[in-house]
């Protein structure tokens, strides 16, 4: 039976949590007696996980004192800025595995003092590799989550800013936090975030975000789009904040969840708002055009061969000469497979040639294919167009989201002709309506559905910052 209390025996406390963080079997589980004033004193700790200055700088102190009293006492006289008293001896373990120190003495009775002297390993807080900007701040979250609230801090210091702890994962014990901004977030969607994370029971998040969307949401597996946004930016956070957003953050992960999601938020970036308004708008408006252009333009030219006798003199050149040794449709997926075999390969590639192997390897086997006649040179061209308009947008499911649509609405061109394309893009709308997401009241075509004019006019257009900070007052 697990004790709900401390014993008032020292030796058996000490005994006990010995035991239950097995300190004879981990090497980095640290058991550590001091005697202090004639009295034995305990304390458990990770090495690794401890500021050694501030340990030895506490010890000094134990050290010098003259009478150490009870737990209560001590409490009050130890220089250090996060102590707490605590009985239980489960959330004893709990916070020595999350990298706290837990005090034992014999004058304390069946009470211990958990000083919070974690550090944990970080990388600096540079700018994400996959969410950078042309200008702008260079600043990234971390995997630590404490850095990561830090960096919302800086930029938002009204005291409406909620962050609210929770502990889940079971053996992984990972911490997460819900920000909002308390009047400007929509209490109904706080409400739903607050109960569906409270409600999950994971076995653990050892995969972080991904570990912790897939618990969330569990429907929807074959539905390839996004089903909650994310950034590594600290100011795009933040301005999602003050927008009236809900952020999920996650301990491990350098992503920040932002709810509610809809399609149209993927069309927005943080350069947009670093140019100005009229840049900003402009950027928008290609980064759409590219993206749908991208879905539809492989399945339209195939269309366009497959009716060349009825096409125009006009767009004639779109029927190729040499049409190459294997089927165009062929030819396409093919394609679509090699760009993603030299993705992989570049990702599996050190850092020094991954550049030089990419370019040069999608140059070769271009050049080849198409000299062999496997492929024709329409093919290349268009599948370039598609492969870099992949990169026009940072959220790399969505990109895969479009290619599997476009790939859908291919084959069913191939075997229904222009009814299949008609059948391919009512499917590829169906897909979108009725994904599967945290949205609170809005749904994942917002502002289409339900349709909010201004909202979908601010979609498309940049705003200036006296409209964002007069819709903020609006909201507030």
């Known amino acids: 039976m697990e004790e709900k209390r401390l014993d008032t025996d020292y ?47 506490i010890m000094q ?111 992984s014990e990972t911490d997460v936090v819900i920000c909002y901004v308390k009047g400007i977030a929509d209490d109904d969607t706080v409400k739903e975030v607050k109960k569906k994370i409270s409600s999950v029971k994971p076995k653990s998040l050892t995969l972080g975000y991904q570990s912790l969307a897939e618990t969330l949401i569990r429907s929807g597996w074959y539905n390839p789009f996004p089903k909650i946004r994310t950034t590594e930016r600290p100011d795009t956070a933040s301005a999602q904040l003050l927008e009236g957003s809900v952020i999920v953050l996650c301990d ?27 840049t900003g708008t402009y ?63 570049s990702m599996n590639t050190p850092d020094i040639l991954s550049n030089s192997l990419s370019v040069v390897g999608a140059l070769i086997l271009g050049d080849f294919a198409v000299s062999v006649g496997w492929l024709c040179e329409d093919v290349i061209l268009y599948m370039a167009f598609v492969a870099i308009a992949n990169f026009a947008q940072q959220n790399h499911e969505l990109g895969y989201a479009f290619k599997f649509m476009r790939l859908m609405i291919l084959a069913l061109v191939y075997f229904l002709g222009i009814w299949g394309f008609v059948a391919g893009v009512l499917l590829f709308l169906f897909f979108v309506a009725t994904n599967t997401t945290l949205s609170g009241k809005h749904h994942y075509l917002y502002p289409l559905v339900p349709f909010n004019p201004r909202d979908f006019f601010h979609l498309l257009i940049r705003r200036r910052k006296r409209d964002f900070d007069r819709n903020r007052e609006e909201n507030s």
């Open 11 to 57: 030796g058996r406390n000490i005994e006990l949590m010995s035991e239950r963080l097995r300190v004879k079997e981990s090497f980095d589980i640290i058991e550590r007696h001091l005697t202090v004033c004639e009295r034995d004193m305990c304390f458990f700790y990770i090495d690794g996980f401890v500021k050694d200055g501030e340990m030895l700088r």
């Open 61 to 171: 102190y134990l050290l010098s004192q003259k009478t150490i009293g009870t737990a209560d006492e001590l409490e009050r006289k130890i220089p250090y800025v996060e102590v707490e008293l605590t009985h239980e001896p489960s959330k004893i373990i709990r916070a020595v595995l999350s990298g706290q120190t837990a005090v034992f003495a014999e004058s304390f009775g069946d009470t211990a003092i958990l000083l919070d002297l974690r550090t944990y390993p970080a990388r600096p807080t540079q700018e994400p590799e996959s969410d950078r900007v042309m200008q702008g701040a260079r600043d990234g979250f971390v995997e630590t989550l404490v850095f990561n609230t830090a960096l919302i801090r800086r930029r938002i210091r009204d005291p409406r800013l909620t962050m609210e702890h929770y502990s889940l994962g079971g053996s």
């Open 252 to 278: 491990t992960s350098p992503q920040a969840m932002i709810l509610p999601t809809s399609i149209f938020d993927y069309l927005e970036e943080t350069d947009d708002f670093y140019f100005p308004p009229l």
């Open 283 to 345: 950027l928008r408006l290609v980064r759409t055009a590219i993206l749908l252009l991208s879905v539809i333009i492989t399945p339209l030219w195939y269309l366009s061969i497959e009716y060349s006798a009825i096409l125009p003199d006009a767009l004639a050149f779109m029927v190729p000469d040499d049409p190459g040794a294997l089927p165009i449709i062929l030819q396409l997926f093919l394609v679509e497979i090699a760009i993603d075999g030299l993705k992989i390969a």
